[in-house]
């Protein structure tokens, strides 16, 4: 069923046993955990099925700290984001990869972080939320694929080890579930819906309403037995901020943690390998499409090829998650990078072909997407400045670290070593000296990359964002150290909880879109079997 909260009544009240606010991933998936039951479910929208700019102009906002750079270009608030039915999916490139084992756990470059359970909690959940994302089947060895036809990996030791990732191709949770939805008997969805408050009770522990408004002026509520919030990492701690009727600090809040621990994936170029293999030898890393089980809507999906330092590496050296892809392309003078000083990769090339007298065959891009440390100071707050509907906008003060950046560089040191090690060739590190410049590529396969041996050295380098936003109220049982527990209830509200990645306390190096499928799959089960049965 489908209405537009324009049409509703002015101060009407709706009434749901549960009401989810956000129709993105989380949301949508909610949602569909309880479709065809007997429970009512009113999931609010703010936006439409197609993008509106008024509605956009709702996440406009300030960022204050490190800019939020792609292709070192640097975004507005309202940019990383989008507000429509389906959410950012609309704009998700389809990368799947659970997080690590590890990556739940305490590691000693971020003491005193660790998620409530281990990886084996969520392993039923990812097999489930791998036909949500319309990927393969729950296989991320690369043993299973190359009983498929895939090629090998260039390396697997004891410090460097192999990791697929799966490419949906991609699913826009919006267009794929609407129908489902709109037909679902017990389903309402709102559109032009805007929730602007969540009104509690007099002791502030219990939700009772959410107070919804729409740009035409309209307003109107909505009491609901259970409230899901899943608006992203950055509008979730906005509106428990900005929800300060009872709670003067806003919900959730009691230990000043909503909003902070923001993290991003930091994506920097690594650098470029000359490698002896030719190109068609690397199908590991250009990957390949495999056909899905019968249930998917697509009959194939991508499957290409990462490498991930062991855990016990991460450890030793006091590092966090890092995954590195390649691009291999066949070594000419075209298919370089653009670099006017320095050494170059042909120099390298050339001077290996010298010492054994084969030319090496391939230069590849070498890709790296990391883990940003949980920071306290990285944080979400509120601006007295209000958006069109009277809220509070948000303020972003993201912060990378130099410890973040050095680590990044020590990651890449280790990759390079092994690389040099197996007899495969030779990494040029340009952590900090690479320009993606997308607007004036010089000729070429690699020719949108620049150069500049000067800035290897530069501990401030700039870091670019995987339009990922994680941490804003994280998970803990302990309320002093997390604003929901292990179920994503929030702490102190018996009936508000958090759906999406603002609720991990770490972010490993895997996009997160599959683990948010995940988890909200489990809470819609656990709503519909311990809260509601």
């Given at each position: 069923m489908?209405?537009d909260?324009?049409s ?24 569909r955990?309880?479709?065809g039951t007997s ?13 509106d700019?008024?509605t ?15 292709g ?6 309202d940019?990383?984001r ?7 999916t609309?704009h998700?490139a389809?990368w799947?990869?659970p997080?690590e ?11 005193g972080?660790?998620?409530p359970?281990g990886?084996?909690?969520l ?5 489930l939320?791998m036909?949500?994302?319309?990927a393969?089947p ?12 895939l ?6 030791n ?16 919006g267009e794929?579930?609407r ?5 679902s008997s ?7 819906a805007?929730?602007v408050?969540l009104?509690?009770d ?8 959410a107070?919804v ?15 899901v919030?899943a608006?992203?990492g950055?509008?979730v701690?906005?509106l428990?901020?900005?929800?300060s009727?009872?709670?003067?600090d ?12 923001f993290?991003?994936?930091?994506e ?8 002896w293999q030719p190109?068609?030898?690397?199908g ?12 998917r809507?697509?009959e ?14 991460l450890?030793?050296?006091?590092l966090?998650g ?9 070594l000419?003078d075209d298919a370089?990078p ?5 050494v170059t ?15 090496p065959?391939t ?7 990391a883990?940003q440390?949980p920071?306290p ?6 601006l007295?400045?209000t958006?069109a509907?009277?809220?509070p ?12 950046r050095?680590?990044l560089r020590r ?5 390079a070593d ?7 060739g ?5 952590v900090?000296g690479?320009i993606i ?8 396969p ?5 150069v500049?041996?000067a ?10 964002i ?5 941490g804003?109220?994280?998970?803990s ?14 702490h102190g ?7 999406g ?9 895997s ?11 489990r ?11």
């Amino acid at each position: 069923m489908l209405f537009d909260a324009r049409s509703v009544p002015a101060d009407t009240v709706l009434e749901a046993d549960v009401c989810v606010i956000g129709a993105g991933a989380a949301g949508i998936t909610v949602a569909r955990t309880f479709a065809g039951t007997s429970t009512s479910v009113l999931l609010l929208e703010s936006g439409d099925f197609e993008p509106d700019t008024e509605t956009q102009e709702l996440y406009a906002g300030d960022i204050v700290g490190a800019p939020m750079l792609s292709g070192y270009r640097p975004l507005e608030l309202d940019e990383i984001r989008l507000r429509q039915f389906g959410g950012t999916t609309n704009h998700w490139a389809g990368w799947c990869r659970p997080l690590e084992p590890v990556d739940f756990t305490e590691l000693p470059a971020r003491p005193g972080t660790s998620w409530p359970f281990g990886r084996e909690e969520l392993d039923p959940w990812y097999a489930l939320a791998m036909a949500a994302v319309q990927a393969g089947p729950f296989e991320y060895d690369y043993a299973y694929w190359a009983a498929q036809g895939l090629g090998p990996p260039l390396l697997e030791n004891d410090v460097v080890t192999s990791r697929m990732i799966q490419v949906s191709f991609p699913t826009r949770f919006g267009e794929l579930y609407r129908q489902e939805l709109v037909d679902s008997s017990n389903v309402e969805i709102g559109l032009w819906a805007n929730v602007v408050n969540l009104r509690t009770d007099d002791g502030g522990t219990h939700v009772e309403a959410a107070d919804v408004a729409t740009l035409d002026g309209n307003r109107f509520q909505v009491e609901a037995r259970v409230f899901v919030l899943a608006t992203g990492g950055i509008e979730v701690p906005r509106l428990l901020l900005a929800s300060s009727d009872v709670q003067a600090d806003g919900l959730g809040n009691d230990h000043d943690l909503v909003g902070r621990y923001f993290m991003e994936h930091l994506e920097v170029p690594a650098g470029f390998v000359v490698l002896w293999q030719p190109p068609e030898t690397l199908g590991y890393y250009d990957g390949g499409e495999f056909a899905t089980p019968p249930d998917r809507e697509h009959e194939t999906v991508g499957i290409k090829g990462a490498h991930l330092l062991h855990d016990d590496v991460l450890r030793d050296e006091e590092l966090l998650g890092v995954e590195f892809t390649m691009i291999p392309v066949e070594l000419t003078d075209d298919a370089r990078p653009d670099q006017d000083d320095g050494v170059t990769t042909l120099d390298v090339a050339e001077l290996m072909g010298r010492l054994t007298l084969a030319r090496p065959a391939t230069v590849a891009y070498v890709r790296m997407l990391a883990e940003q440390a949980p920071n306290p100071d990285s944080r979400v707050r509120l601006l007295s400045d209000t958006d069109a509907l009277g809220v509070p906008k948000a303020e972003l003060d993201w912060q990378p670290t130099a410890d973040d950046r050095t680590r990044l560089r020590r990651a890449t040191a280790i990759f390079a070593d092994e690389i040099s090690r197996a007899g495969l060739g030779r990494l040029q590190v340009g952590v900090g000296g690479t320009i993606i410049d997308w607007e004036d590529p010089v000729p070429g396969p690699l020719g949108t990359y620049q150069v500049d041996p000067a800035e290897f050295d530069s501990i401030d380098y700039p870091v670019g964002i995987g339009f990922h936003h994680m941490g804003t109220a994280r998970m803990s049982n302990d309320p002093t150290r997390g604003v929901v527990d292990a179920d994503c209830r929030v702490h102190g509200l018996e009936n508000l909880y958090i759906g999406g990645s603002a609720v991990f306390p770490t972010s490993g190096s895997s996009t997160p879109t599959l683990t948010i499928t995940a988890l909200a799959l489990r809470l819609g089960a656990h709503l519909r079997t311990v809260v509601l049965a």
